[in-house]
């Protein structure tokens, strides 16, 4: 069954910070700044294997992961490009977050991109399908577009391996460029259910070791 496929595209108006505006959509948000936007979500990416499909000398995958938007990925192979991410357990995994810049990548730029995930590379489902319009900022969606049991958010995925292919890029461009990229779980949740007295000001918890 086909994974229908979310749109991300600016709105043409800003807001009185001169911020651009976004049109809200399910399981995505969109920080047009240059730093990763603060979010419950946690990232898991640090325990992965990072790898790509290819990459030219000096921007390969570690440009992905240093959180800097003056580097990037950069493809030099046949499409389609990818990214794979093994995990050196199954993990749940609730959201990607992926800095692009149509505005200095032009024609490199992905415009659409399918999120796949398994347990190894050979046997890998497509989860979420997103495209993208013209581009500037961290994008961040929920891998799954299935909803939760409450209806309010959207359900995480467990794998051992999660891949994002670039199933295209704008103007047909043929390598691609990706200036950053983040996994992130679900919330975290410390609270304890046999414990009575849950630490739930962060106050509190300075002193959650001396009982």
């Known amino acids: ?22 049109p809200p959509l ?19 990416g640090a325990s992965a ?23 990037f990925w950069h493809s030099d192979g046949p499409q389609p490009h990818y990214v794979t991410v093994e995990f050196p357990r199954k993990l749940p995994i609730q ?9 200095l990548d032009d024609s490199y730029t992905p415009a659409a991109i399918s999120v796949r995930a398994g347990t190894g ?14 581009p500037d900022g961290w994008i961040t969606f929920d891998v799954c577009a299935e909803l939760s049991d ?11 391996v999660l891949q994002v292919v670039v199933l295209g890029n704008h103007m047909n ?16 949740d410390n609270t304890s259910w046999d414990d009575p007295f849950p630490w739930k000001n962060d106050h509190f918890k300075w002193y959650e070791q001396i009982r």
């Open 173 to 188: 461009g043929k390598d691609t460029h990706v200036r950053g990229m983040m996994v992130h779980g679900p919330p975290e």
């Open 121 to 134: 590379p050979g046997d890998m489902q497509e989860t979420r399908v997103v495209t993208f319009d013209k």
């Open 150 to 160: 409450d209806g309010e958010s959207f359900r995480p995925i467990h794998a051992y």
């Open 49 to 71: 294997k990072w790898t790509v499909s290819s990459y030219k000398f000096g921007f390969g995958p570690e440009c992905l992961g240093d959180l800097d938007p003056d580097t």
């Open 95 to 103: 959201k990607i977050s992926i800095y692009l810049s149509y505005s």
């Open 26 to 44: 399910p399981g995505v948000s969109v920080h047009p700044f240059r730093h990763p936007p603060e979010q419950p979500f946690p990232d898991i």
């Open 1 to 22: 069954m086909a994974v229908p496929a979310t749109h991300v595209a600016p709105l043409p108006s800003t807001s009185n910070t001169g911020t651009p505006q976004y």
